[in-house]
């Protein structure tokens, strides 16, 4: 489970700053959305509200940024990225780092890097135990080669093998250390090094982001008939016309004429890329654009299967294609594996999760996942304009957080917590006047007229 993401000199990040899944011992209420592993007690949502602006997207970014360089390294693209509020953040390091927990051992991830010059400055990975200390697992400073903390203990043919890795590694500024101990590699059962694929698999596969304009998903809900069987009634429940939901073959051709050839082609290349890093014999995917919603399926020395879906309104005897859906009825489908999914030990990282619903239907939403999931290691963190659900009965205080910009332009983060507000507070009224910050201030503006 995810415990806390921290982000410095990032888009409008200037100053570190975090957003925290520990919950407040303070509040008793809605218990149910902690999970208590060892003594730690982890919240299961966080709602990231703001103005537009705000730099709320920019956490979602954050998250996204570190996955994109796990996978591929610094890209020349984020050689501005840094926060450009201030000239001198130019040359200074940005820093990321990750909390989390896989298997009940508790983590801590990170690394720095000048984005300006494509470089990585430092790498780190931390096992933190509940007495408030930290063994170090492995630590990458400057151009130095990386080496195992001393707590690991490798076997003598371990320490040789890391020794190759590390010695083999020393000059790739761009790629983390973490990538190459995952690239092709193989470990032991009982291996020392283990935590070297625990920590990479879970940052891989087990942070699910979604945009408002893409989603994408390893999920399995489309490739079975009882499972589209359980999409069809969930869908019904949101009031959208639609039905049924079943899938359809395609060629990869068929599909080319669905979206644009650089779309098809980054598709293919994302997918190639994740199965090279996973070693694993095939790969699939679910992958929305716009007005497309595709499932592919690559093995190795195969074709690849690709199928869309085909859609029936109540007792209509045509079918309809994903396209010709509201953009309500589009959204939902980036939604839904969330309700269905029977992934473990998963957080789900939304950008602007009520874009084109209705505020009941977003509410209906956040009430299924919640029910779907109780007493599950599932999280959700979503950003949001939907004053509605600001209720202190569907969510705790600490899992309430805003995001501001402040005079120097730089994004603050903040959770609700830090005001105190009587239980019965209407936090939605209080949020609209301006008590929490975090909203648009809008200057005067008046219009030109002739004569």
């Given at each position: 489970?995810?415990?806390?993401?921290?982000?410095e000199?990032?888009?409008?990040?200037d100053e570190k700053e975090?957003?925290?899944m520990?919950?407040?011992?303070k509040?008793?209420?809605?218990k149910?959305?902690?999970?208590?592993?060892?003594?730690?007690?982890?919240?299961?949502?966080?709602?990231?509200?703001?103005?537009n602006?705000?730099g709320?997207?920019?956490?979602?970014?954050?998250?996204?940024?570190?996955k994109?360089?796990?996978?591929?390294?610094?890209?020349?693209?984020?050689?501005?990225?840094?926060?450009?509020?201030?000239m001198?953040?130019?040359?200074?390091e940005?820093?990321?780092e990750?909390?989390?927990t896989?298997?009940?051992?508790?983590y801590?991830?990170?690394?720095?890097?000048v984005?300006?010059q494509?470089?990585?400055?430092?790498?780190?990975?931390?096992e933190?135990?509940?007495?408030?200390?930290a063994h170090?697992?492995?630590?990458?400073?400057?151009?130095?080669a990386?080496?195992?903390?001393?707590?690991?203990?490798?076997?003598?043919?371990?320490?040789?093998r890391?020794?190759?890795?590390?010695?083999?590694?020393?000059g790739h500024?761009?790629?983390?250390?973490?990538?190459?101990?995952?690239?092709?590699?193989?470990?032991?059962?009982?291996?020392?090094?283990?935590?070297f694929?625990?920590?990479?698999d879970?940052i891989?596969?087990?942070i699910?982001?979604?945009?408002?304009s893409?989603?994408?998903?390893?999920?399995?809900?489309?490739?079975?008939?009882?499972?589209?069987?359980?999409i069809?009634h969930?869908?019904?429940?949101f009031?959208?016309?639609?039905?049924?939901i079943k899938?359809?073959?395609?060629?990869?051709?068929e599909?080319?004429?669905?979206i644009?050839?650089?779309?098809l082609?980054?598709?293919?290349?994302?997918?190639?890329k994740?199965?090279?890093?996973?070693?694993?014999p095939?790969i699939?995917?679910t992958?929305?654009i716009?007005?497309?919603f595709?499932?592919?399926?690559?093995?190795?020395?195969?074709e690849p299967?690709i199928t869309t879906?085909?859609?029936?309104h109540g007792?209509?005897?045509?079918?309809?294609?994903?396209a010709?859906?509201?953009?309500g009825?589009?959204?939902?489908f980036?939604?839904?594996?969330?309700?269905?999914?029977?992934?473990?030990?998963?957080?789900y990282?939304v950008?602007?999760?009520e874009r084109s619903l209705?505020?009941?239907?977003?509410?209906?939403f956040?009430?299924?996942?919640?029910e779907?999931?109780?007493?599950?290691?599932?999280?959700?963190?979503?950003?949001?304009?939907?004053?509605t659900?600001?209720?202190?009965?569907l969510?705790?205080?600490?899992?309430i957080?805003?995001v501001?910009r402040?005079?120097?332009?730089?994004?603050?983060?903040y959770?609700?917590?830090r005001?105190?507000?009587r239980y019965d507070?209407?936090?939605?009224?209080?949020?609209?006047?301006?008590?929490y910050?975090?909203?648009?201030?809008f200057?005067?503006?008046t219009?030109?007229?002739?004569g």
């Amino acid at each position: 489970m995810l415990i806390k993401i921290s982000v410095e000199n990032f888009k409008s990040f200037d100053e570190k700053e975090e957003l925290t899944m520990l919950s407040s011992s303070k509040i008793q209420t809605n218990k149910s959305h902690r999970v208590k592993i060892k003594q730690t007690n982890i919240l299961k949502n966080a709602v990231v509200y703001g103005a537009n602006a705000s730099g709320k997207s920019n956490l979602v970014a954050t998250a996204a940024f570190m996955k994109s360089v796990l996978m591929e390294g610094l890209s020349i693209h984020s050689v501005n990225d840094f926060c450009r509020s201030k000239m001198e953040n130019k040359e200074r390091e940005s820093v990321f780092e990750l909390q989390f927990t896989v298997d009940d051992k508790f983590y801590a991830y990170g690394f720095s890097a000048v984005l300006s010059q494509s470089r990585i400055t430092e790498e780190w990975l931390y096992e933190l135990m509940q007495d408030g200390s930290a063994h170090n697992l492995f630590l990458r400073e400057k151009k130095n080669a990386p080496i195992l903390g001393d707590g690991v203990n490798p076997t003598t043919a371990e320490k040789n093998r890391f020794a190759v890795y590390s010695e083999d590694f020393a000059g790739h500024d761009a790629q983390l250390f973490l990538t190459e101990m995952n690239r092709g590699k193989k470990y032991a059962e009982n291996s020392r090094l283990l935590f070297f694929t625990h920590v990479f698999d879970w940052i891989m596969n087990h942070i699910i982001l979604i945009n408002p304009s893409i989603g994408i998903s390893n999920t399995d809900a489309y490739y079975s008939a009882e499972s589209l069987e359980n999409i069809s009634h969930l869908i019904q429940t949101f009031d959208t016309g639609v039905s049924e939901i079943k899938t359809k073959a395609i060629t990869v051709e068929e599909m080319g004429k669905m979206i644009p050839a650089e779309v098809l082609s980054d598709i293919f290349a994302h997918l190639k890329k994740q199965m090279q890093m996973t070693n694993l014999p095939q790969i699939q995917m679910t992958w929305r654009i716009s007005d497309g919603f595709f499932n592919i399926r690559i093995r190795e020395n195969a074709e690849p299967e690709i199928t869309t879906l085909v859609l029936k309104h109540g007792k209509s005897f045509f079918d309809f294609n994903f396209a010709e859906e509201s953009d309500g009825t589009k959204r939902l489908f980036d939604l839904i594996d969330m309700l269905i999914t029977k992934r473990e030990d998963t957080v789900y990282v939304v950008d602007e999760l009520e874009r084109s619903l209705h505020p009941k239907l977003t509410g209906h939403f956040l009430k299924l996942f919640m029910e779907a999931h109780e007493g599950a290691r599932m999280q959700m963190i979503f950003t949001t304009h939907e004053d509605t659900i600001m209720d202190q009965e569907l969510f705790r205080r600490d899992e309430i957080w805003f995001v501001e910009r402040d005079a120097d332009n730089a994004s603050r983060i903040y959770s609700l917590d830090r005001f105190k507000e009587r239980y019965d507070k209407k936090l939605s009224k209080a949020y609209l006047e301006g008590r929490y910050g975090a909203i648009p201030v809008f200057r005067q503006f008046t219009f030109w007229k002739e004569g």
